[in-house]
Each structure stands twice: as structure tokens, then as C-alpha cells.
């Protein structure tokens, strides 16, 4: 006789249709639907200006939550807008980063042009 462990998610005291017989498979799938759940919110919660159903909203977030590598690939690098003052907004441009060798170098002194002494 064989033993076989299966591993299955329950969410909101319902038991899902898949079942793992990974234990993390099983988890990293509970993590996509947590993550899944928070972007739904987040969605629901903007103010987007159209109104969508709660049905395709979380076909949306859980389409994003499965692609995670991919959506951080696309929205790396981008730095938050923030309203400016007359209230709309405009993307902050980066920062002058200074490095390291920068920092370093003394100041230099004023001397002659080439060719005068």
C-alpha cells in the first residue's frame, strides 16, 4: 500500500478544486492568490474613474499576481508621481546622484591657463 500526501489550500474556510503534492508548490500558489487579493483591493479601492466588476477585477489581479516576474520586469525603475501643487501630476525627475569618486576628488584650485606660467 502507498502513501500518498497531498497537499490542499483553503481559503476563507473553502476547500480550492487544485491539489498539490508539493508542499511548496502548494504554498507558492497560496501566495499568488494573497497577492492576487491585495491587488484586487488595491484596485477596488482607486479611483479609476470607470467602473469595472468585481469579476473581471480579479481576473485582472490574478493574472498579475501569476506573472509577477514579468510585471516587476515592466515596472522597474519607475518612481512614484506625486501631485504637485495646483493638484495635477507631473513624474519627478531623478536625482543628481553624486558617486562616490565624486565625493573623493578635493576641490580643484584655479591655476594658469596651458601655455601661461
Known sequence: MA?????????HGIELDQVFE???LAEAYDNML??????????????????IDTE???????HLAKNAPEVNRILK???PIKPAAGG???PQP???SSTDED???????????????
Open 103 to 117: 565625493k573623493k576628488k578635493p576641490g580643484r584650485k584655479p591655476g594658469p591657463k596651458p601655455g601661461e606660467k
Open 3 to 11: 502513501v500518498i500526501t497531498r497537499y490542499i489550500i483553503v481559503r
Open 88 to 90: 495635477t501630476a507631473k
Open 94 to 96: 531623478p536625482a543628481a
Open 56 to 62: 473581471t477585477i480579479d481576473a485582472i489581479a490574478i
Open 34 to 51: 494573497d497577492a492576487a487579493e491585495n491587488l484586487a483591493a488595491f484596485i477596488k479601492q482607486g479611483d479609476l474613474g470607470v467602473e
Open 77 to 79: 525603475g519607475i518612481r
Open 22 to 24: 508539493d508542499k511548496k
